[in-house]
């Protein structure tokens, strides 16, 4: 199971920090993925971390802005989200994937991700 949390309301600017923890199984065995799904708009892949050598992996419209992470000993992945836009606002999900069996994040699709958590909703205003 995953449990994604750490949305909230913050100003075009501010910072989040995402948590994503896994119960049941160890996170870093996985390629985890963070989602997001706009307003009337269809889910896409903003990040990921592959679980052999924590590589990330990033969407366009977030490079350079968040960043993705884990603490192993806490069994948690983090996103943390930087100079946030309007734009940015969405319902977060994080998911492992169990397809990507040799550790490497190679697309962040979301049909490759089948473990899949509840999400934390984000809004930015201007």
């Known amino acids: 199971q995953l449990q994604a949390s750490g949305g909230g309301l913050v100003r075009a600017g501010g910072s989040l920090r995402l948590s994503c923890a896994a119960s049941?199984?160890?996170?870093?065995?996985?390629?985890i993925g963070w989602f997001r799904q706009a307003p009337g708009k269809e889910r896409e892949g903003v990040s990921c971390?592959?679980?052999?050598?924590?590589?990330?992996t990033y969407a366009e419209s977030v490079k350079g802005r968040f960043t993705m992470s884990r603490d192993d000993a806490k069994n948690t992945v983090y996103l943390h989200l930087n100079s946030l836009k309007p734009e940015d606002t969405a319902v977060y999900y994080c998911a492992a994937s169990a397809y990507y069996t040799a550790g490497y994040c190679v697309s962040i699709d979301e049909r490759w991700f089948n473990y899949w958590g509840q999400g934390t909703l984000v809004t930015v205003s201007s």
């Open positions: 971390i592959s679980s052999t050598d924590d590589n990330t």
């Open positions: 049941g199984f160890t996170s870093d065995g996985y390629v």
